[in-house]
């Protein structure tokens, strides 16, 4: 079981570093999503190849993939679909929305109002949608990858916390690094189309892979690990983040119960890619920050320092003992 893990993470990523150069990382966290059965929210500038990463990512898994352009004339109707009137039938028929796929990515998810946004995230979390009073199941796998743009805010709707809290990760997607950067220019620039991708592996098997990834042992000490990080959390939004009582209180408000879920699946998913039949502190740590940036918040204090989320998180990570026998 094991093996297969880390077997089919490398089929999956050879097959879409064919038209992705570097983006290991974020290709392994967006497998971590599948398996776990969540969504992922990409924070990243235009031109960092997001679109092309999840569809070359679908295109791997053979799985169907959409893209929905979120602008501020969008309606709930253009993502889950409506009611056609069929005038020789003389009667109505469900038109299904570009969100009955494997893979949607919602690109610019904040451009679009609150209507729509919730529309979207009702079928994230409820996979189905209501069209005219009935009720369609999504297909499985589903997973959704919203995108953002940090640096363009006007006409924008950002997403409340209640919403953000319902995705798995938050991903920070950078710059490329120069040796990568060069490279695309070795083979783009010689290239006018995309390479074809083959799929190398299915949704039955996606599927039948997450009983493996369920059975990835986590021990009680483990657990207990996680849960004291997530409270950590609490903790600094109620004042007590560990310093003096000089100290200014760094947090608005803590993680919720969904963090300490999200820890749990991602920490079995990510074990068993790596090859493991357990988890550890250092997988724990390794999915910490992208489960948990997007579900604290930061006091003005904090904004005014210019003190990031992920700071704080590393420090909860340094204060917060890995207990003795994991």
């Known amino acids: 079981m094991a093996k297969k893990g880390s077997e089919w993470a490398a089929r999956i990523k050879g097959e879409v570093q064919k038209s992705i150069i570097g983006q290991d990382e974020v290709i392994e966290r967006l497998l971590v999503a599948l398996l776990s059965n969540g969504h992922v929210l990409l924070e990243g500038l235009p031109g960092l190849a997001k679109t092309l990463l999840i569809k070359s990512l679908g295109a791997a898994m053979g799985l169907e ?52 946004q919730s529309a979207l995230l009702e079928a994230m979390q409820e996979r189905q949608v209501t069209i005219g009073g009935e009720t369609h199941q999504l297909p499985r ?7 953002q743009n940090p640096l363009e805010q006007e006409g ?69 690990y996680m849960l004291a990080l997530v409270r950590a959390t609490r903790e600094a939004a109620a004042g007590s983040n560990g310093g003096t009582k000089s100290a200014p209180k760094v947090l608005s408000y803590g993680a919720s119960p969904r963090a300490s879920l999200a820890l749990v699946q991602a920490t079995r998913a ?34 005014a320092e210019e003190t990031t989320t992920d700071e704080i998180l590393r420090g909860v990570l340094e204060r917060v003992p890995v207990p003795a026998g994991v």
């Open 270 to 303: 990510l074990a068993w890619l790596h090859g493991m039949d357990h988890g550890t502190p250092e997988v724990v740590q390794n999915v910490f920050l992208d489960a948990l940036r997007h579900r604290v918040g930061l006091t003005y204090e904090a904004e």
């Open 65 to 116: 993939f959409e893209r929905i352009q979120f602008t501020p004339d969008l309606l709930p109707s253009d993502v889950v679909g409506t009611m056609v009137f069929q005038p020789k039938e003389g009667s109505f028929r469900v038109h299904k929305g570009p969100v009955f796929a494997n893979l949607v990515l919602a690109d610019e998810i904040n451009r679009a109002p609150a209507k729509v």
């Open 141 to 147: 796998p589903f997973l959704v990858m919203a995108t």
């Open 156 to 224: 924008t709707y950002p997403l409340p916390e209640a919403q953000t809290d319902r995705f798995l990760f938050k991903l920070l997607v950078d710059y490329p690094s120069e040796q990568e950067e060069r490279a695309m220019m070795d083979r783009w620039g010689q290239l006018t189309q995309q390479p074809k991708l083959q799929a190398v592996s299915s949704g039955e098997e996606l599927l039948s892979l997450r009983d493996q990834v369920d059975d990835v042992h986590l021990s009680p000490p483990l657990q207990a």
